[in-house]
């Protein structure tokens, strides 16, 4: 239910109460984000607006990617406001220049598209920026916004960007992400919108109720996917398969390796349930530890491991591991004698692990037929559950491409400040391969050549199928 509060500024400017924090605050950045219709830009003009009428001499810049949307939205949103509130002789208009300008302030507000930004340099005494649409911009069209607003002023410098969250992967989220001291993010949605009516939250509702994505990113407000095509795990949904997991104390933990040590080295934590006919066919993922430089050793890992589910949960029901058949060999890394598995039957003894380690993996693209075919459509009665908490799983699943052989696209990047180049995709994937074919292997080999080789007991006993 929404609640009526609307909090006034001077002039009577109205303002949805749930902004209230986001017109009070004075530092450097304010990203407002969120939903369709949750009043993003109905804040960001109306803070501009009593601005210009308070505060003397800015000179405050609209921005898009190309100068003619500024018009139909932006500069049309704030002459709208001024209109409705009958405040048209305060402020001088040129509308072919798309400038405003408040008399008893000598405040102004003028246009501009990052497209010339050249034309954007030659501006000068700018004291506060709006960015609309904040997603069309690349970060170098920020960074250089953001030289833009430089030198001592009276009051108070800030850029404030409004955006629907688009694609998680974006560099907007990966600025949020760092959480500087000097920035405010404001989610919201068409529910925290008090001045919007029931027909339009309807249409809404309607128009992206069969859109999975869509309805993330304009009614949940929640950030969404870019779908660029040719995705590797093309049968994997955030609805049908990422959800809110528990540990469960009475099952074993299932753990999965990827030895790649940049950008993390990676453990996957997995537990299998029994779905409604009873088979234990229901893989859950419900941690993930993905630990970077200086933590990016097999053994560190298993000791968080050993920490977060002996030292703290007590786990005693059993603990299987699983992980890149390439980690059983020698390397620099280990003293002779050891490779990355004995490091983790040695750091995880008093948890008495099974080791679970294929000769071999399968081939790339047969393991990602099975493991769509299981996302797709449940294939043998198996299903994937992830855990909501396993960010860098998620990202995996969604984002990783597939090359032209029908193999996994790992596409490298470079870290800026370490100069370190990594595969940025495929490692939490990888694991999750490596677990869901050997505990599967029997329905792999059907699904690859129309037989299995045995049939997997569930339960305790000598057979060395027993799992």
Same mark, same amino acid.
């Given at each position: 239910?929404?609640?009526?509060?609307?909090?006034?500024?001077?002039?009577?400017?109205?303002?949805?109460?749930?902004?209230?924090?986001?017109?009070?605050?004075?530092?450097?950045?304010?990203?407002?984000?969120?939903?369709?219709?949750?009043?993003?830009?109905?804040?960001?003009?109306?803070?501009?607006?009593?601005?210009?009428?308070?505060?003397?001499?800015?000179?405050?810049?609209?921005?898009?990617?190309?100068?003619?949307?500024?018009?139909?939205?932006?500069?049309?949103?704030?002459?709208?406001?001024?209109?409705?509130?009958? %405040?048209?002789?305060?402020?001088?208009?040129?509308?072919?220049?798309?400038?405003?300008?408040?008399?008893?302030?000598?405040?102004?507000?003028?246009?501009?598209?990052?497209?010339?930004?050249?034309?954007?340099?030659?501006?000068?005494?700018?004291?506060?920026?709006?960015?609309?649409?904040?997603?069309?911009?690349?970060?170098?069209?920020?960074?250089?916004?953001?030289?833009?607003?430089?030198?001592?002023?009276?009051?108070?410098?800030?850029?404030?960007?409004?955006?629907?969250?688009?694609?998680?992967?974006?560099?907007?989220?990966?600025?949020?992400?760092? /959480?500087?001291?000097?920035?405010?993010?404001?989610?919201?949605?068409?529910?925290?919108?008090?001045?919007?009516?029931?027909?339009? %939250?309807?249409?809404?509702?309607?128009?992206?109720?069969?859109?999975?994505?869509?309805?993330?990113?304009?009614?949940?407000?929640?950030?969404?996917?870019?779908?660029?095509?040719?995705?590797?795990?093309?049968?994997?949904?955030?609805?049908?398969? +990422?959800?809110?997991?528990?540990?469960? #104390?009475?099952?074993?933990?299932?753990?999965?390796?990827?030895?790649?040590?940049?950008?993390?080295?990676?453990?996957?934590?997995?537990?299998?349930?029994?779905?409604?006919?009873?088979?234990?066919?229901?893989?859950?993922?419900?941690?993930?530890?993905?630990?970077?430089?200086?933590?990016?050793?097999?053994?560190?890992?298993?000791?968080?491991?050993?920490?977060?589910?002996?030292?703290?949960?007590?786990?005693?029901?059993?603990?299987?591991?699983?992980?890149?058949?390439?980690?059983?060999?020698?390397?620099?890394?280990?003293?002779?004698?050891?490779?990355?598995?004995?490091?983790?039957?040695?750091?995880?003894?008093?948890?008495?692990?099974?080791?679970?380690?294929?000769?071999?993996?399968?081939?790339?693209?047969?393991?990602?037929?099975?493991?769509?075919?299981?996302? /797709?459509?449940?294939?043998?009665?198996?299903?994937?559950?992830?855990?909501?908490?396993?960010?860098?799983?998620?990202?995996?699943?969604?984002?990783?491409? /597939?090359?032209?052989?029908?193999?996994?696209?790992?596409?490298? +990047?470079?870290?800026?400040?370490?100069?370190?180049?990594?595969?940025?995709?495929?490692?939490?994937?990888?694991?999750?391969?490596?677990?869901?074919?050997?505990?599967? #292997?029997?329905?792999?080999?059907?699904?690859?050549?129309?037989?299995?080789?045995?049939?997997?007991?569930?339960?305790?006993?000598?057979?060395?199928?027993?799992?």
């Amino acid at each position: 239910m929404l609640a009526n509060k609307i909090a006034k500024l001077k002039y009577d400017i109205e303002v949805n109460d749930v902004y209230r924090d986001a017109i009070e605050w004075n530092k450097r950045f304010l990203f407002l984000y969120g939903g369709a219709g949750s009043g993003k830009s109905e804040c960001a003009a109306r803070k501009i607006l009593y601005r210009t009428l308070k505060e003397n001499n800015h000179r405050f810049l609209l921005v898009r990617k190309e100068k003619v949307h500024v018009r139909e939205s932006m500069y049309r949103l704030l002459k709208d406001i001024i209109e409705h509130y009958d %405040m048209s002789s305060e402020f001088t208009f040129k509308d072919h220049e798309m400038k405003i300008k408040c008399h008893s302030t000598e405040s102004e507000i003028m246009a501009a598209g990052l497209k010339n930004s050249e034309k954007i340099k030659s501006i000068t005494g700018i004291t506060g920026i709006w960015v609309e649409e904040a997603f069309e911009l690349e970060q170098k069209d920020f960074d250089q916004l953001n030289l833009r607003l430089r030198g001592e002023t009276q009051y108070y410098k800030q850029i404030i960007c409004t955006f629907n969250p688009m694609d998680e992967n974006h560099w907007l989220k990966t600025f949020m992400d760092r /959480q500087p001291d000097n920035l405010f993010a404001k989610r919201t949605t068409f529910l925290d919108n008090v001045f919007i009516d029931k027909e339009y %939250m309807d249409e809404l509702i309607s128009q992206f109720k069969h859109n999975e994505n869509f309805h993330r990113i304009y009614i949940e407000g929640n950030w969404g996917r870019a779908y660029t095509g040719g995705e590797f795990y093309h049968g994997f949904s955030w609805s049908k398969h +990422v959800t809110e997991v528990k540990y469960n #104390a009475e099952l074993p933990l299932h753990i999965t390796f990827d030895f790649n040590v940049n950008p993390y080295l990676t453990c996957c934590v997995w537990q299998l349930d029994c779905n409604k006919s009873g088979e234990l066919k229901q893989a859950v993922q419900i941690d993930e530890l993905c630990l970077a430089h200086p933590m990016n050793s097999t053994k560190l890992v298993c000791a968080e491991f050993k920490r977060r589910y002996f030292n703290e949960k007590g786990h005693s029901a059993g603990l299987f591991v699983y992980g890149d058949p390439s980690g059983r060999h020698e390397d620099t890394r280990s003293e002779k004698g050891y490779n990355d598995f004995t490091i983790i039957r040695n750091e995880l003894s008093e948890m008495h692990p099974t080791m679970r380690v294929a000769d071999k993996a399968p081939n790339v693209k047969s393991r990602g037929d099975f493991m769509n075919s299981i996302l /797709q459509n449940e294939y043998s009665n198996i299903s994937i559950q992830v855990g909501n908490n396993c960010k860098k799983s998620i990202e995996d699943f969604l984002y990783l491409k /597939q090359d032209a052989n029908g193999a996994k696209l790992k596409e490298k +990047v470079k870290d800026t400040r370490t100069g370190i180049v990594f595969e940025k995709y495929g490692h939490t994937s990888d694991s999750a391969d490596y677990f869901i074919t050997y505990v599967f #292997a029997s329905e792999l080999n059907y699904f690859m050549n129309g037989k299995s080789n045995f049939k997997p007991v569930y339960g305790k006993g000598p057979n060395k199928n027993v799992w």
